[in-house]
């Protein structure tokens, strides 16, 4: 039975950035969070705190204007609680306390200013719920600001605040890119929290390093259209971040269709940014994350127990709550898998572990499909869902494994090219002993809960058997034993059903 949403569990976060107000419903304050509506306007009110030391009266008036429609839809939405944060430009604007007291008139809710160090912290923490094991810099570039913080594990260090946001750098700069390249470069040169970021991961958090992301994905032709976890070697981002900006220089970035036009002139300044961070920090990879300062504040409300969770597993329970036939048979099939692996005495990681039970929870997940597209189909949820805590290549593994469940084994259903490119031979050959495992096990128990505990594993030199107990006896049959023989030959077994 599906768990209905309890009404008023919605939590929503309104963001008062120096660019940009938004305003994110999620589903409930979980370890995986499922957003269920989100609304941005680019209303730049950071754009002359720099030079005035004024938020600009006509940003003031659209910022107020969204937030008075982002009130109305959490009324709409019977949200039953709402948390509000503002960024640089109202904490550095000296009539930034004005416009949050009307803001907080039209919120009804106190809103928080962040300063800069706990806004780091809660970009880090965001990196933290988002990213499985996360160790390097968080670096989060908004309007206003820049915020660098250091991470490993769950544990993040002090962060400091820099005003290199884009529209802070640009007001700054008055628009002179050479300017900013000096404005940059004396303040990233001797930052603490860069000189440790020497060959660990830079996790890149903001709308506007999203943005050249989205970019990279496109003219690259990468495989999957997701922002989260996209990741580049350091060369590849410094290259890609200088020809930007050569682009800027013979003003071809208006032809960019993928990137909002307000944030188009912003893409020169964060190509900068983070060319200055790769050659001052130098770290080894990339990552583009989209969980950041929301994620962040949300994740520190939850209860200690609740932010240890693994934020992949729980998305999978999730998804197993909600779509497959039955949740328990799920939890069967993960301690049925874990007795073939120990049976087979197959070599496991941790991280293989972690994806192989991922992958049996959302091995039913697309039972309601049409039989002929259910194997491609579940396949694009899992690449493409909206869930944290999984790097580009496990989705790919785990969504081709669960393809293969669907589709079968035989060459003429093969998953898309693009998708394989994803994985090594060795990595594409498990998602098919996977698939294979999960064929077997489906077809034994029709996905009902309390048949696969009633089979069990056994070995005997070179062969794998299938044993039943004795009250399931009459489930054997000849397309069983086929599928089991398969599976058995992927392993480098022979296979065969015994009755006990």
Known sequence: MKRPR?????????????????????????????????????????????????????????????????????RVMQVGRVFAIATAACRDASNGADFIAKAERICAVKIEILSGPREARLSALGVISGIHHPDGIVGDLGGGSLELIDVRKNS???????????????????????????????????????????GRTFYAVGGTWRALARIHIIQSGYPLQVMHGYSLSAAEALDFSRR???????????????????RRPLLTYAALVLEHIIRVAKPKTIVFSTFGVREGLLHEKLPEAERNKDGLICAAEELNQLLSRSAKHARELIAWTDRLVRVV?????????RLRHTACLLSDIGWRVHPDHRGEQTLSLVVNGNFGAITHTERAFVGLSVFYRYAGLSEENQPPVTTQELL???????????????????????ARPGVLPATHFRSQGRKL???????????????????FRQLARLIGRAGSIVRR
């Open 156 to 198: 993040v260090r002090s962060g400091v605040t820099l005003p290199l946001g884009g529209l802070a750098l640009q007001d700054l700069a008055h628009r002179s890119l050479k300017r900013a390249d000096r404005i940059v470069r004396e303040e990233l040169d001797e930052v603490p929290q860069l000189t440790a970021g020497r």
């Open 345 to 353: 005495k197959l070599r496991e990681t941790e991280e293989d572990r």
């Open 244 to 262: 930007l900006r050569r682009l800027a220089a013979a003003n071809m970035l208006a032809d960019i269709e993928s990137v909002a036009d307000a």
């Open 465 to 483: 058997m299938l044993v039943f107990e004795h009250r399931l006896g009459d489930l054997v049959a000849d397309r069983v034993g086929s599928r």
């Open 6 to 74: 309890k009404r008023g569990s919605s939590v929503a976060v309104i963001d008062i950035g120096s660019n940009s107000v938004r305003l994110v419903v999620y589903e409930a304050l979980a370890r995986s969070l499922i957003p269920i509506f989100n609304e941005k306007t680019l209303c730049g009110l950071g754009r002359e705190v720099q030079s005035t030391g004024l938020l600009a009266p006509d940003a003031v008036d659209k910022a107020l204007t969204s937030l008075k429609r982002f009130r109305a839809l959490c």
């Open 424 to 446: 090594t031979p060795a990595q594409l050959e498990r998602a098919r002993l996977l698939g294979a495992a999960f064929r077997v096990a489906h077809l034994i128990s029709a």
